[in-house]
Nanobody, 127 residues
Framework: QVQLVESGGGLVRAGGSLSLACVAS????????MGWFRQAPGKERDFVAAISWSGGSTYYADSVKGRFTISRGNAKNTVFLQMKSLNVEDTAVYYC????????????????????WGQGTKVTGSS
């Protein structure tokens, strides 16, 4: 079993920055790609960003491209999401997810590719 725990959410004023972290723990599970998704109130869960096991490949939703940066820690079991120029539309619960057994350089943007999910951390952008 894999556990994912997100942290770093909070309230931020429009134009501000916030960083999220997600730590994976549990049994040894080989290579795994990771991603961030978000779900705004009353809406479906949407893809935000993804990163490969190697950390060398990343992919972003158009809505966050140029403002958000996904990265992995040296230990590989931690993934970060640095968010800049936040606005009210970024308000959502942010979830990290892990896709096990994937090629080192692959990333995934479909929720169905991810087997494990964290509980989420809430980000609120205020005007």
């Amino acid at each position: 079993q894999v556990q994912l725990v997100e942290s770093g959410g909070g309230l931020v004023r429009a134009g501000g920055s916030l960083s999220l972290a997600c730590v994976a723990s549990g049994r040894a599970f080989g290579n795994y790609a990771m991603g961030w998704f978000r779900q705004a109130p009353g809406k479906e869960r949407d893809f935000v960003a993804a990163i490969s096991w190697s950390g060398g490949s990343t992919y972003y939703a158009d809505s966050v491209k140029g403002r958000f940066t996904i990265s992995r820690g040296n230990a590989k079991n931690t993934v970060f999401l640095q968010m800049k120029s936040l606005n009210v539309e970024d308000t959502a619960v942010y979830y990290c997810a892990a896709a096990l057994g994937k090629p080192s350089g692959a990333y995934y943007y479909a929720a169905s590719d991810y087997e494990y999910w964290g509980q989420g951390t809430k980000v609120t952008g205020s005007s």
